[in-house]
Every structure is written in structure tokens, then in C-alpha cells.
Nanobody
Framework: QVQLVESGGGLVQAGGSLRLSCAAS????????MGWFRQAPGKEREFVAR????????YYADSVKGRFTISRDNAKNTVYLQMNGLKPSDTAVYYCAVGPKWYSDSTDSSTYDYWGQGTQVTVSS
């Protein structure tokens, strides 16, 4: 059984920053790619960023490229999402998820196995 717990969400003004954390347990975390997704009200869940098992390969959605940074600390079983230059359009519930072993080249949420409960990010204008 894999458990993921996100934290770090909140209310921030446009242009501000937040750092999301996702703590994992129940699996050899360091062997798996990880991803962040988000879902805004009335919209489908969308890919935000992913990171390979070692942290050496990252990939971002065009909408967040240059503003968000995904990273991981395998010693702490934690993946992070540093969000800078936040915009009202970034408002959503953010979820972390476990991807395939080692590396993922997918932005499709169906290829990610386990999900956290989500953390709300609200950006005011």
C-alpha cells in the first residue's frame, strides 16, 4: 500500500511563491518516477511536471515552464514542487502521483498508479 501526503498549499497573491511537498511511504520511493498534476474547478486533471527516479530528468507543462521546479529528496521520500510567479490561472487542487519505475515519458494521468489527497492552491489577482 502506497501513501502520498501533499502539503504546502494555500492562498497567495499573484506573483507570489509556494512550495508543495509530497511525502511518500509504503514503497521503495527512490525507484519510481513521480509527477505533479492539478485540477481546477470544472476542468479535467492536467499534467504539471514529472521527475525521474534520480531527479536527473524533469519535464514540465508549457504553462508552468520557467516558473515551477520539481525536485526530490530520496533520503526523505519526498518530492517537491517549487512554484514561483504564480498566476490566478494556477489556482487548482494539486496532486502528486507515483509513476512507472525509473522514468516516465508520459503526461497521461492514467499511467500514474497512486495519488495523494491533494492540496489546494489559490492565487488571487
Amino acid at each position: 500500500q502506497v501513501q502520498l501526503v501533499e502539503s504546502g498549499g494555500g492562498l497567495v497573491q499573484a506573483g507570489g511563491s509556494l512550495r508543495l511537498s509530497c511525502a511518500a511511504s509504503g514503497r521503495t520511493f527512490s525507484m519510481y518516477a513521480m509527477g505533479w498534476f492539478r485540477q481546477a474547478p470544472g476542468k479535467e486533471r492536467e499534467f504539471v511536471a514529472r521527475i525521474s527516479w534520480s531527479g536527473g530528468i524533469t519535464y514540465y507543462a508549457d504553462s508552468v515552464k520557467g516558473r515551477f521546479t520539481i525536485s526530490r529528496d530520496n533520503a526523505k521520500n519526498t518530492v517537491y514542487l517549487q512554484m514561483n510567479g504564480l498566476k490566478p490561472s494556477d489556482t487548482a487542487v494539486y496532486y502528486c502521483a507515483v509513476g512507472p519505475k525509473w522514468y516516465s515519458d508520459s503526461t497521461d494521468s492514467s499511467t500514474y498508479d497512486y495519488w495523494g489527497q491533494g492540496t489546494q492552491v489559490t492565487v488571487s489577482s
